[in-house]
């Protein structure tokens, strides 16, 4: 796609005006894009009073703007307020300093490398459904998916990245952090949009940050002094830059690993939860996905070896990304002048790439609203192009954990299922956005029983199971 402002003078037309867009935005705001898109096509503008919105929502244009045109387009104001509490880490930061750390911290991601973290990954899922799960599948008492996930997620994450060596109450005051940082970040995220005379409320997260500094900066005490390998903070302490032979130094090691817990943990359980969730709608996807376990591990705890074989499951996992997409935005604002889609777009534009409405676009999915994993069977994944499903962004930054991702969801899948039924408990009838994730509104809540105790399969009571597309994220 050909970039020059001379080749286009119009704006996109406000097709979304203030009066509309403001109260949307707020309530929320994925179901506003997901709607201009539908209503309107696939660049359309929002007025949101202290800024303009561009939404875009065709595969190609995403793709201009997070990869083919990356260096017109930052994260600029919109992360302001999010720096100066994060920090400049790999989430945060721009140009030569995020170039920089990528390189550092690229290696640790490596696939080989991660290889080493499957024994801790897996010992960190027995305890979590141990802690609460099991519980829940004694008593067949509906358990609410949304709090167990993250945590599980959150503990997953705690402990790959800064190994077993928590002091007690570590891991609960740590989470509990997370949580306070991650309800503020949308928060903080609109403020950085507000002139600087005009007065906003205080974001309340310092506190918590300070709390998870305090944790993980023990941790790499222990880690340098030990000399541990086996978690991702030991392979950090370890990278060293391949031009000077720099390593991190404990402050840009602090940033690193807050950052990692933020972007990885909450995103995770909520693709997760969306999986479950369908599948307690899709008898026969979860038929499958059982028999794939069952012939890939039987009763035995998952290896890194295995994964490559549970390809069912994947496609699943990757269906409920594409089909609900939890991780709906891509914020950037223009650093330069561009156009996109024929339409110009000035400098200190706030550009929103939508791979929700991307990933539902007609003319690169077969059937897109239905649910069906085999969207992702070789056949189809090969005639479709790569920037059509981008759940973990693309081009550049696209993620650096989307490898480890993938790992924790399939482990946590297949260990799931091994060990329990799911049903749903109550009939969930519409999504929501919380920050720039889409989530079950109302809470999602699954009956789970022991496989183990039950001697037959026992359908949910779920309304929406004859339906063969669940429940819709864009309805």
């Not at 570590?170 to 002139?195: C, H, K, R, W, Y």
């Not at 009763?299 to 996992?317: F, H, M, Q, W």
Request: aromatic letters at 8%; hydrophobic letters at 40%.
């Amino acid at each position: 796609m050909k970039s020059g402002t001379e080749l286009a003078a119009a704006l996109p037309p406000p097709t979304v005006p203030f009066y509309r867009a403001v109260p949307g935005f707020l309530r929320d705001p994925a179901a506003l894009c997901t709607a201009a898109w539908r209503e309107k096509g696939d660049v359309v503008r929002l007025s949101l009073g202290v800024t303009d919105a561009v939404v875009l929502s065709h595969p190609d244009h995403i793709r201009h703007v997070l990869q083919e045109q990356h260096k017109r387009y930052g994260k600029g104001r919109l992360y302001g307020a999010v720096r100066k509490v994060l920090g400049h880490g790999l989430v945060t930061s721009e140009g030569e300093t995020w170039l920089s750390l990528r390189r550092l911290m690229q290696p640790s991601f490596h696939r080989e490398r991660l290889d080493a973290l499957v024994e801790t990954l897996v010992g960190t899922i027995d305890h979590a459904f141990d802690a609460s799960w099991s519980a829940a599948a004694s008593s067949a008492v509906p358990l609410p998916m949304t709090k167990p996930l993250r945590r599980a997620t959150a503990e997953i994450m705690t402990r790959a990245t800064l190994g077993a060596h928590l002091r007690t109450g570590d891991f609960e005051a740590a989470t509990d952090a997370l949580d306070t940082i991650n309800g503020s970040l949308q928060l903080a995220m609109l403020f950085s949009l507000v002139p600087a005379g005009i007065p906003t409320p205080n974001v309340k997260w310092k506190k918590a940050v300070e709390t998870v500094d305090d944790v993980v900066l023990r941790v790499i005490e222990h880690c340098e002094r030990s000399g541990e390998q086996a978690h991702l903070l030991s392979m950090l302490i370890a990278a060293r830059d391949a031009d000077t032979g720099e390593a991190m130094s404990p402050e840009e090691l602090t940033v690193a690993v807050r950052q990692l817990f933020l972007a990885g943990y909450e995103t995770t359980a909520a693709a997760l939860l969306w999986t479950f969730y369908a599948l307690t709608q899709h008898p026969d996807v979860e038929k499958r996905v059982l028999a794939e376990i069952a012939d890939v591990l039987g009763d035995r705890p998952p290896t890194y070896g295995d994964l490559a074989k549970l390809d069912y499951t994947t496609r699943v996992i990757n269906e409920s990304m594409r089909f609900y997409a939890s991780a709906w935005a891509i914020p950037r604002e223009a650093i330069e002048d561009d156009v996109v889609g024929g339409f110009r777009v000035p400098k200190g534009t706030l550009v929103i790439p939508c791979p929700r409405n991307a990933h539902q676009h007609p003319g690169f999915w077969n059937n897109p609203g239905v649910f069906d994993p085999e969207h992702f069977s070789p056949e189809q994944t090969a005639a479709r192009p790569r920037h059509a499903f981008v759940p973990f962004g693309f081009g550049p930054r696209v993620c650096i954990g989307n490898a480890f991702a993938m790992m924790e969801m399939k482990l946590i899948v297949a260990m799931a299922l091994q060990r329990y039924e799911f049903s749903l408990a109550h009939p969930v009838t519409r999504a929501k956005s919380e920050t720039v994730l889409v989530v079950p509104d109302p809470e999602l809540r699954l009956t789970i029983r022991s496989r183990k105790a039950s001697a037959s399969r026992t359908a949910g009571p779920s309304t929406d199971r004859g339906r063969s597309d669940g429940l819709s994220a864009h309805a």
